[in-house]
């Protein structure tokens, strides 16, 4: 699997436009996949802040991802706005009997592939050596378009987890 993704994303976004990642619990199918694009993408082409439309862009990534970036600079996004989107999401969730919303599971690049492991093993994922201080992981807090760009997929050790697993810390000295 290629981890590139950095090409889809809009070059005329603003570098600070808010971004929103959803990781699901499990990857979309091809054919899923394709129909949350098209979701996604009438959803950015018609998306409004109190009736002024919002430059914003929606994507899956990695079959596995759903991405929301508006891009501030020209309309803000209100808190009506953002609720439009989160009631997609939940609707995408419901259609395709996907998780969306669990901050417990984290995703790492594993063997080549996305491994989902709940934060509660990560622990136990280190000891088993199934990552390590250098897997990359997908960072899903990161706010902006500069940070899905730079910090989005990054070395474990390098993220705010490493400073919760206390067998990371031993590991990387």
């Given at each position: 699997?290629?981890?590139?993704?950095?090409?889809?994303?809009?070059?005329?976004?603003?570098?600070?436009?808010?971004?929103?990642?959803?990781?699901?619990?499990?990857?979309?199918?091809?054919?899923?996949?394709?129909?949350?694009k098209?979701?996604?993408?009438?959803?950015?082409?018609?998306?409004?802040?109190?009736?002024?439309?919002?430059?914003?862009?929606?994507?899956?990534?990695?079959?596995?991802?759903?991405?929301?970036?508006?891009?501030?600079?020209?309309?803000?996004?209100?808190?009506?706005?953002?609720?439009?989107?989160?009631?997609?999401?939940k609707?995408?969730?419901?259609?395709?009997?996907?998780?969306?919303?669990?901050?417990?599971?984290?995703?790492?690049?594993?063997?080549?592939?996305?491994?989902?492991?709940?934060?509660?093993?990560?622990?136990?994922?280190?000891?088993?050596?199934?990552?390590?201080?250098?897997?990359?992981?997908?960072?899903?807090?990161?706010?902006?378009k500069?940070?899905?760009?730079?910090?989005?997929?990054?070395?474990?050790?390098?993220?705010?987890?490493?400073?919760?697993?206390?067998?990371?810390?031993?590991?990387?000295?």
């Amino acid at each position: 699997m290629n981890i590139s993704f950095q090409d889809i994303i809009p070059q005329d976004f603003n570098q600070n436009s808010h971004v929103w990642i959803y990781q699901a619990n499990r990857p979309f199918t091809p054919q899923e996949t394709s129909v949350v694009k098209k979701y996604l993408e009438e959803f950015a082409s018609g998306w409004t802040s109190h009736g002024v439309p919002v430059k914003g862009f929606a994507t899956v990534l990695f079959n596995q991802f759903i991405l929301f970036m508006a891009d501030e600079t020209a309309t803000g996004v209100s808190g009506c706005s953002t609720d439009s989107s989160v009631r997609l999401v939940k609707s995408i969730e419901k259609e395709f009997l996907v998780s969306l919303f669990d901050r417990q599971i984290l995703a790492f690049f594993v063997g080549g592939e996305i491994k989902l492991i709940p934060l509660g093993q990560v622990n136990v994922a280190l000891d088993e050596k199934i990552i390590d201080a250098d897997t990359l992981y997908f960072n899903n807090t990161i706010l902006t378009k500069e940070e899905l760009l730079s910090g989005w997929i990054i070395q474990l050790k390098d993220s705010w987890l490493a400073r919760r697993i206390e067998n990371l810390h031993r590991s990387l000295h």
